[in-house]
């Protein structure tokens, strides 16, 4: 337990000593990562309906989204919630929750469990759940279920994953937008480096929007109707995703000390906001947020061996993100292998700054950059994709960013530990 | 007012919808867009009231790229000449 | 290439800064203004009153505390009001009245040493039901773009820092009915830290509408009556609407502008009873409190006043006196511990920070709150809640903790007779 003693000890390192993923293209770490390396997308034509429940006028409404198969409906993950019922997102949390505490060897009864501190970042929350409650109140004047706050709130993947494994120390939601889950997972490193927690499980998690909030989407003309192209001459818009990535992150030497397995060290974190406008993305923001990560790294922006981009396919979006590489790499940043895993895994929104950093650490740790599928490039934006196969990761810093609606900037800084 | 003034009063509604402050100035026919300040996610607004005012789908043709007031109203009357009419007299 | 100028050296963020509060702030029930909500308090106002909603063709009288007084156009123009629901305007609001009470202006300072930290449970509701009630009742399959800027949780945020030009480390933490003190408590970590020598925290809701209703009285933890922390006879919450925010700043920052300090932001602690998604469990809340107390370095018999969740429910009173017992021992009978919620409603995300403001008035005047509606004892709830009169008493070192569902405790310990 931190006390102010402790508090006041110098920082410490730290690792990340366990992932679990939930995603549309594979449930499980392994199968997330074998779809990376076979580049093999999970972005499909779907339908929704106006609503997903017995109707007399059902309108089918069309669109492209990357949608987790794997996880049936209705489905739930631990025995320990008997009464317990997760909207989708924070059921995801806890498929992926799971997986990153067994790997990273917490099993049931660790002391060490009750300590833990637990940040998910979720961006919308339980909006099947709130459809769901919104119907029976306004179409059928019925009460709605009595766990329709539980299941809505924002921060049910946080006490979903709290509850289900019995982790005692701070636990709470952030909520950023795009960078929500990277958010959390530097402020997550941030207590474990000064000590204000030994041991955190942090990311992100979160559904595809139901029909309400899909169709306002929809109409604010951001979303692609034919792909997720990023930096590509003919992008034109982002692609919704959900899922969830879980990490485990704990002291570098308590992870050693114990013989523990390292993905790789989260060396530096920067966050900042744009202060200036609500959609159109600010270079300024996005660079000094990268900056800033690699000043807390204590890292050269010469040692950046890969950019994992946030390369949403919007036509700003990728542009700014562009220039604002320029500005940090200057003449190096058209060298520098970047991707987007986006264009494999969608937009997951608050969960995909965790699903990305998770692919950034086991891309360190085992020396390969995730591709993106080949599209017509943009001659504008000068970058060197990483396309169609894995690259070797030659280096032992990465870069992961999430500049999210709303100019909330979030970069993390991983780096490789040696064995 | 016939139906192009009607509909060009309906897209000044909309725009003063989403900017309430532009109640104040004149807008005309000839008006542009972008003189008024109305960023991207403001368009998308103005058009989505005239998709609900009309019942059109403007977005899904790919047609919400109108420079003018005069662009947009045209988009719109085409647009509603595209619909199938009543029947005369239908209940 | 750009020079790696623009952040601070790693050593230098890393020693650890003390944290004082030099603005306040608050909109609620109690009035627009944290001294106006303060001379209601001491005057026992209740802002709790029949309340009439109405949406999509539904109706429903509940007891509620919406804010008063409050003419939206007298603090936004036509065109910000399209974007901001009412939970992003109180936030404004509340912030605006703490930077001008902390002496500062936008503009004031490095952008990036401030931060804008805010909790809120569910951001922006109305703009929620407005679209269910077209979807839904009206049958409109075409929805507003508006509706994804007005429900994004972290509006307020975005708007703050817009305002106030602040570029440092913002975002929302939400964790429901103790979002604002985990906000806090998150913010204190920032700035003590070197994240950022200012922030801009505390929380903001505006619940108070049909479905939020419905899906309460759904989980049977509603009042239909009043909210009565405490007392015998409570039978649950209220629903209530507001913004309470603070100023947290270094200490050496604070100092350099000569700024007014309410109190030091001396400790936090968070826990999790990890047990139950409704109902509280004594073990997590006295954790919290214990955690704070330790990384505020001040013992159980040094606290003179708590400001409670005291939420008015059957349990949750019952489980954060136990707590409180389990935390203090026999101190727990000689401290104050009241709910102004009892006063200003429960008003979810920003409850936290509405009750941090009156706590540090609490401080400057040496009075505490009362807790009011109250009845009398129950078996459960046997401490000294300031029944009904706000009670002077020396009040150097006080608590405001929160207590949410999910098991989510927050906890903040703030001392004001510091040495600078």
New interface residues.
Partial sequence: ????RE??R??RRVAISGVGVVSPIGRGVSNFCRALRDCRSGIAPRTLF??TYPSD?R?P?AHLAAAVEDVPPGYVPVDELPM?ALDRFATYAVIAAREALHDAGFENGDARR?RA??IVG??V?GDNS??F???R???R?Q????????R?????A???V??A?????????????C??SA?AIG?AA??VQ?G?SDCAVAGGAESLPA???F???????VLSPDGCRPFAADRNGMVLGEGAGIVVLEPLDAVRARGGHVYAEVAGF???????????PDVE?M??CM??A???A?V??GEIAYVNAHGTSTDRGDAAETEALE??????SSRVPVSSTKALHGHALGATGALEAIATAIGLDEGWIPPMPSAERDPKLELDLVIDRPRPLQGDVAISNSF?????NASLVLRRVPH | MNELEAIEQQIYDAIRKVKPSLQAIPLAPETRFENLGLESLERAIVVFELEDTYDLSILDESLDTFETIAEARDVVLMLLGRKPKRAEGAA | MRANGASKARHERNAPHRVVITGIGSVSSLGVGARLMWSKMMASVCGIRPTRVTSGGLEAIFPAAQVADYDPLEHFTADELVWRDPYAQYAVVAAREAMADAGLKAGYGDPSELAVILGSGGGGEHAREDAAVRLFVDRKLRLNPVLVPKTNLQASVGFISIEFGATGPSFIVSTGCAAATHAVAQAFLVVRHGLAKRAITGGSEAPVMISVLQAFQAAQVLSTTTCRPFSRDRDGMTLAEGAGVVVLESLESARERGAHIYAELAGVGMSADAKNSVHPAERGPAQALRIALDSARIRPEEVAYINAHGTGTKINDRVETAAVKMAFGDHARKLAISSTKSMHGHAFGGVGGIELVATLLAMENDVAPPTINYLGEDDDCDLDYVPNEPQPRPIGTAISQSFAFGGLNAVVVLKRDIEL
Avoid: C
């Fill in positions: 337990m931190a006390t102010a508090l006041a110098a920082p106006d609503d006028a309108q409404f317990f009750a501190a637990v979720t961006a929350g709130r459809d409650a919104s119907h109140i306004f179409a004047g009460k709605p279920h009595p766990l329709t706050v539980v809505t709130m924002v921060n049910a946080a006490s979903g709290s509850i494994f019995g982790l005692g120390g701070p636990v709470f939601n952030i909520s950023s937008a960078a929500s958010h402020e941030r207590m000064f204000f029909y309400t909030l169709r306002s989407w929809q109409q604010m003309r920067g966050m900042t906001a744009d202060a200036r406008d609500w959609v159109i923001g660079t000094r900056e800033e690699l000043a807390d204590g050269d922006s500005q940090l790499l200057g003449a190096r999210g609606f709303g100019g909330l």
